[in-house]
């Protein structure tokens, strides 16, 4: 009967270390099967996870994702962490892939929307022109100094060199727009359906709208 014991427990140990065995190779193997899109939005909320820490903010605080865009074999990420204090930013991850695995390479800084309906922040990469913002629903009308409900739904952008870019953004609360230039932006368009809800031209020359950024390193543990 005790040999019968014994066999019983050498025979779960075993089970034990191959189940073990077993699930440390399905984790891997699940890592390799991950997309490079999936390990990216991953790091990106792995990111506001460590903030959180860091900061010691409460759990309540909420981590959003507005919109994704792919430039050739990288990826850009518009999200934010929302702490309810002091005015609000949005956050551009430009993740690369390095040595097969997706890694945060920079971070810029977006305002986000205060009167008017959106914000408009731009950065350059490379050869492109990267316009991000987040959306709201309500916008304030400086001609007739009421707030007016907005629904937009497409975001135009039009270059000096005549480079014209679109992005629907209809139901989202964020848009990325790559444009294809570095050339100065003349125009902005706004649409809600059919109807053009705001046109931004005048403004521009002056840089009163748009919001300049760059991107910074992000380190790991930063």
């Given at each position: 009967?005790?040999?019968?014991?014994?066999?019983?427990?050498?025979?779960?140990?075993?089970?034990v270390l191959i189940a073990g065995c077993t699930m440390n190779d399905s984790k891997g193997t699940q890592e390799n099967l991950d997309t490079f899109s999936e390990?990216?939005?991953?790091?990106?909320?792995?990111h506001y996870s460590d903030e959180l820490i860091e900061r010691?903010?409460?759990?309540?605080?909420v981590i959003s994702i507005f919109a994704e865009a792919d430039i050739e074999n990288e990826k850009l990420i518009l999200g934010s962490l929302y702490s309810g204090m002091g005015q609000e930013h949005c956050d551009l991850f430009h993740v690369i892939?390095?040595?097969?695995?997706?890694?945060?390479?920079?971070?810029?800084?977006?305002?986000?929307?205060?009167?008017?309906?959106?914000?408009l922040n731009i950065v350059l990469l490379g050869d492109?022109?990267?316009?991000?913002?987040?959306?709201?629903?309500?916008?304030?009308?400086?001609?007739?100094?009421v707030i007016k409900d907005v629904d937009?739904?497409?975001?135009?952008?039009?270059f000096s060199d005549g480079t014209v870019e679109k992005?629907?953004?209809?139901?989202?609360?964020?848009y990325i727009l790559v444009g294809a230039t570095t050339s100065k932006i003349v125009k902005i368009i706004l649409y809600e359906g059919d109807t053009v809800s705001d046109v931004l031209d005048e403004l521009l020359k002056y840089d009163e709208i748009i919001?300049?950024?760059?991107?910074?390193k992000v380190i790991d543990g930063e």
């Amino acid at each position: 009967m005790k040999k019968i014991v014994i066999y019983y427990m050498l025979l779960i140990v075993y089970i034990v270390l191959i189940a073990g065995c077993t699930m440390n190779d399905s984790k891997g193997t699940q890592e390799n099967l991950d997309t490079f899109s999936e390990q990216a939005k991953r790091i990106v909320l792995e990111h506001y996870s460590d903030e959180l820490i860091e900061r010691n903010i409460e759990l309540k605080q909420v981590i959003s994702i507005f919109a994704e865009a792919d430039i050739e074999n990288e990826k850009l990420i518009l999200g934010s962490l929302y702490s309810g204090m002091g005015q609000e930013h949005c956050d551009l991850f430009h993740v690369i892939e390095d040595k097969g695995q997706a890694t945060i390479h920079g971070l810029a800084i977006g305002e986000e929307p205060i009167s008017m309906g959106y914000s408009l922040n731009i950065v350059l990469l490379g050869d492109k022109t990267v316009i991000f913002g987040t959306l709201s629903d309500t916008n304030y009308d400086y001609e007739n100094d009421v707030i007016k409900d907005v629904d937009y739904t497409e975001i135009e952008v039009i270059f000096s060199d005549g480079t014209v870019e679109k992005q629907n953004i209809e139901n989202q609360d964020g848009y990325i727009l790559v444009g294809a230039t570095t050339s100065k932006i003349v125009k902005i368009i706004l649409y809600e359906g059919d109807t053009v809800s705001d046109v931004l031209d005048e403004l521009l020359k002056y840089d009163e709208i748009i919001n300049s950024v760059d991107f910074s390193k992000v380190i790991d543990g930063e």
